[in-house]
Structure formats: C-alpha cells, structure tokens
C-alpha cells in the first residue's frame, strides 16, 4: 500500500525517472519528531504516511512548479517537521518611524515577499526591491508536529482566554485573528464547514494567526512558497512575467494531495516530553497567562484521539502586542505590525532558531526579547528575571523539556 502512495508522490511532484524524492526521509516511527499520535486506525495510519512522503517530495516543473517560488518542497523549510532551514523574506514600505505601514504600496505591485526562484516557463524572479522606505524582514517557519491539537482546540476556549485576559487588568490582553476562508469551496465537510463568504474564523495558523484551518493552510502554502495550484487555490501567483499558467496546465495537484498533506500535519504527535520540575515556576511568573498550558479539544474532531481532550499547547492561539522591537510591518487581517501569536510550546527542543524571524538561538535568549517597548509581556519577563539563578534555568530547562 505505502508502495501505491509513494508512486502517486513521485508522479504528482514531478521527479524525474530514476530519482528518489524520499531519499532522506526517515522513516515513521524512528524520529521522536516525526512520529504520528499514538491508537490511529489503518485508515490514518496510512494517510500519514502518504502524506508524510508528499510533504518530503520535491516538486518539479513536470509537477507545477513555478512560475515563481520559494522553496520546492515543504520539508525544506520545515526539515524533520521543525523550523527551516528554508525561511521566507518580507517587504514593505514603511513610514519615518520604520513600522506603520506606508499608505501607498502600489510599488510593490507583486506583493510582500521574495519569491526568488523561476520555473515553468518564467524567466523573472521576485526579489526584494532597492526602495529607500523599506522594511525587510524574515519570517521563520514555525514547526508542524501538534497542530492537529491546533486545529482541534474549540473556539470557545479561545474565547475564554481572551476574555479572561481582558478581566486581568494588565497589560496582557490577546485577541483572535478573525479572518475570512480565502479558498474556494470544498466539496465536503470532512473537517469544517467554512466556505466562501465566511469571515470572522478564528486564525490560528501561521505566525500572525492568519488562516483557520490545516487544509487551507496546505493549500496556501503549496500556492504560496511553490506556485502549485490545487482547487481551493488554482490561480497562479501574480508574477513579474504575466504568466497565468505554469508548463503544467489547468490546476497543479487535486484535492486529495491537499488533503493528505494536512492530514499528515494533522496526525503528526506532539514529541514525546520527559517532565521537568519548573511547571510551578511557569505560573509563578506569569509565562501561563500566553503561553496557556491546555486547552480543551472539539467533542467532534475527526480525529478520535484528537477529540474531546485537553490538549497541552501551551499557547492561547491568540495576538499579542510585542513591542515596536517586533514591529515587521505587515498587516494580516486583524493583526497589526506588532503583533504575534503566542507561539506554541511545542517540541521547542527541536528549534534550532526561536521567535518569528529566528533571532533568538536559546530559550534564554527568546524569554529576554520579549521585553520591548510597548511588549504586553514586559511585566512578566521583569518576575521571570527577579528570579534566583538557579531558578530561572529550572524554569529554561522545562520549556526546553517541552
Ligand atoms: C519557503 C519556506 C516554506 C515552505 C516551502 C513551506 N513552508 Fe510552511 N511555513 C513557512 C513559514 C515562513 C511559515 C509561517 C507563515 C506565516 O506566518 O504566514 C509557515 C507556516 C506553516 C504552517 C503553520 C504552522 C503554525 O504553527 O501556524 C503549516 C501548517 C505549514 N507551514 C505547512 C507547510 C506545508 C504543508 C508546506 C508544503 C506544501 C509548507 N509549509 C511549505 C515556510 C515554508
Ligand atoms: C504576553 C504574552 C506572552 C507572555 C507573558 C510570554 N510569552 Fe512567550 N511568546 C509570546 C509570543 C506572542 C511569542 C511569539 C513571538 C515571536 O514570534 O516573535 C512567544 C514566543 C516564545 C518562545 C519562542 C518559541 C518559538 O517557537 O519560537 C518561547 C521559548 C517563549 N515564548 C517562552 C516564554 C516564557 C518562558 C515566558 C515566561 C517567562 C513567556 N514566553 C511569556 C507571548 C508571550
């Protein structure tokens, strides 16, 4: 069986004959980040796997590619299901104070981001223009392992944080990215029942919260970092050449591929975690006021073992003020140029580069630039430093323990 998937990865990504696109992927079950949640059926098991093989698979101009991309395949910017090394460039104009978004953006006529490799017929990179007001920065990718609890958290506890948050007083006070489904339509309801005109979903993917589900996200990112267009997304990016379509024609990949990609981040584990003294700690300071340590799960998820759980995110999936230090720029629906979502505490022993451009390399080093100007954290990274020595490395050595 796993034989018939990998053949189907091959031919849809595009390999040449004779080439092995798994060559490198380790194998389900040996990578402690890599592993699949524990008591699935056959039927699961297998779609992992599928998907699994998909998101190693490089794809090729035979497959779609192009006309302008990032990187060709996803395990390329999240190798072992971490983060990078592939990341993504920004852009934007900027006013005087270098972070509020310029007015006018009409020079940027190709969009916010580097796409800095031509295929399928394009000759024309997009590369970061050479304006004076510009702002530059990079986007890390996050990791994939657990974002099926992700997906399953239900909206009213996300709610119930915010609200608490608000209640508390300080200057800790998160919100939902509310965003619209940005695809076309599904023909099922397998795991959502969003569709065109909907808005008002509550992001909780990518690193300002800015898509609701998985299978959009898979979509979005075989568009966005490759050009490989599928029916929840079939146009091809705008790109300086004006090519509407690639050497592939009509729609790049169907449905099915969309769907194994995010059923394979959907079904991927949180890794395996060895508890370390330091959780009383994480409260005591204040971490556990973003950095929520459960929330409760759908009764309804598809997944079973996914459903009807708390699930130990340490996040709120909310927005929250980082301070100008943070500022990139850009806006992503509700979100503003400062704001980040609480990143989940998951695997965070796996990173090699921590926070959302990748500037921090330690645990220590992340926890100390969440103070900046205007930072809803200041307060709590002021408790965390007010600590004795030795405690603030028990409390490090515990979210490296997660
Ligand atoms: C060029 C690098 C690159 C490639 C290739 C890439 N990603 Fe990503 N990925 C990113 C970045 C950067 C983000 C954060 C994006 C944002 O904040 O909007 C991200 C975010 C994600 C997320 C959201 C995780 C979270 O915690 O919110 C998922 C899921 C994901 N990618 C899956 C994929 C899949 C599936 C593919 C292949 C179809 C893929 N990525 C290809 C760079 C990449
Ligand atoms: C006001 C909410 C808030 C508080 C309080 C907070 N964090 Fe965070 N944390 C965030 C946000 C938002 C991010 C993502 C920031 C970014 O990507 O630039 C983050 C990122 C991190 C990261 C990086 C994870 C990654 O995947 O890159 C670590 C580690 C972390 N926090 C640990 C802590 C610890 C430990 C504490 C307590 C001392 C703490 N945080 C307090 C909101 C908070």
């Known amino acids: 069986m796993r034989g018939r998937w990998i053949a189907a990865a091959m031919a849809v990504a595009g390999c040449d004959a004779g080439e092995d696109p798994l060559a490198g992927l380790v194998l389900v079950g040996t990578d402690p980040s890599d592993a699949p949640i524990a008591s699935l059926d056959a039927d699961w098991a297998e779609r992992f796997a599928a998907g699994d093989a998909l998101f190693e698979a490089p794809f090729r101009e035979a497959g ?41 953006q009409s020079a940027l006529e190709w969009g916010n981001t580097a796409r800095p490799h031509v295929a399928g017929g394009a000759v024309t990179p997009l590369v970061i223009p050479d304006l004076p007001d510009l702002l530059v920065t990079s986007r890390a990718p996050p990791a994939v392992f657990g974002r099926g609890y992700l997906e399953a958290i239900r909206d009213d506890e996300i709610l119930r944080v915010a609200d608490a948050q608000a209640a508390r007083g300080d200057a800790i006070t998160g919100r939902p990215n509310r965003v619209p489904w940005a695809s076309e339509a599904r023909p099922d309801a397998r795991f959502h029942d969003h569709g065109p005109g909907d808005d008002a979903l509550i992001g909780r993917f990518g690193l300002k919260a800015r898509v609701a589900t998985l299978d959009e996200f898979a979509a979005d990112a075989l568009q966005g970092d490759m050009s490989i267009t599928s029916p929840l997304r079939p146009d091809e990016l705008p790109n300086p050449d004006g090519l509407s379509d690639d050497l592939k024609p009509g729609v790049d990949v169907d449905l099915e591929v969309v769907d194994l990609i995010a059923d394979y981040t959907r079904l991927i584990d949180i890794p395996a975690r060895t508890p370390t003294a330091g959780d009383a700690l994480f409260s005591e300071v204040g971490c556990d006021a973003c950095h929520v340590p459960s929330l409760r799960t759908r ?31 850009l806006l992503d629906h509700d979100a503003g140029s400062s704001e980040w979502r609480t990143a989940p505490l998951i695997g965070v022993r796996f990173l090699s580069t921590l926070l959302h451009d990748g500037r921090a390399s330690t645990v220590a080093e992340a926890i100390a630039l969440h103070r900046a100007d205007g930072s809803e954290a200041n307060a709590v990274i002021d408790a965390f430093d007010a600590l004795p020595e030795p405690d603030r490395a028990q409390l490090v050595a515990f979210v490296e323990s997660l």
């Open 64 to 104: 779609g590619l192009g006309p302008v991309y990032v990187r060709h395949a996803c395990g390329s910017c999240h190798a072992d299901d971490g983060r990078g090394p592939g990341i993504v460039d920004k852009f934007v104009r900027v006013e005087a104070d270098g972070a509020t978004p310029a007015a006018d």
């Open 299 to 329: 009764a309804d998820y598809p997944i079973r073992a996914l459903a009807d759980i708390d699930a130990p995110v340490f996040t709120d999936l909310l927005l929250h003020d980082m301070g100008r230090a943070a500022a990139d720029g």
